[in-house]
């Protein structure tokens, strides 16, 4: 066994609308809201949501106006995909054009398929 | 319980040098490369990471130069922060600065205390 010094444990990312994030992470992907928080510090707010209890926890960061770090938005290239196992990939895709998000790519390789959806803030989302 | 339709699986960050990050995510942050992929169609190079077996993947992706994806690189505003949990915080932001990674920020609230530190490409990395 190697001694981890050092545990992987959420992943952030920034929104500029919490209940659209919120929506689409949990009324689309099935995540539930597992906590929430406001530091006073950066004037930001923070929402905890999980696929499953004790799971990965993905982290949407907002920023009110007048934070220093509510600056202009841009996806960027830091990040380049969440990605979500899926049971039905074909009812995940009709599911996501019928709530009005869009499919960006989809792909097909060595009888696996995946296809890229866009987030509220055009972050890409991995199906699988 | 709930069904989940969806699981949130990966996080896939963009790097411009797959060494450096593999360096930076390896041995200062003690991750293991658990999985290697070449993706043909966006002649693009993956890399799989783990911090314990079975944990949340975080995934580096390269494109390589004439892939569609190797486009002008800014961090940007998507990717908020990754977060790793540190046995030992003083330590490991000794060992950051040692190492010649760059500290951003040090925070304290509420008996806690957290820092901020840029991985190879400026995407921010949270300890606590």
């Given amino acids: ?29 099935g995540m539930q809201v597992t906590g929430k928080g406001k530091i006073e510090q950066t004037k930001g707010e923070t929402v905890s949501l999980q696929s499953e209890k004790d799971s ?8 009110e106006e007048g934070s220093p770090y509510n600056t202009k938005y841009s996806v960027g290239e830091g990040l380049d995909h969440l990605a979500f196992k899926v049971e039905d990939f074909d009812k995940t895709l009709e599911e996501t054009r019928r709530a009005g998000y869009r499919t960006l790519l989809k792909m097909k390789a060595g009888g696996g398929r995946w296809a890229y959806i866009e987030d509220p803030d055009g972050i890409w989302i991995e199906v699988f």
Same sequence: chains 1, 2.
């Fill in 1 to 29: 066994m190697i001694i981890m010094k050092a545990k992987f444990t959420y992943v952030g990312i920034r929104v500029t609308n919490l209940q659209k994030s919120i929506d689409f992470y949990t009324k689309l992907l």
């Fill in 56 to 63: 990965f926890v993905l982290e949407l960061n907002y920023y």
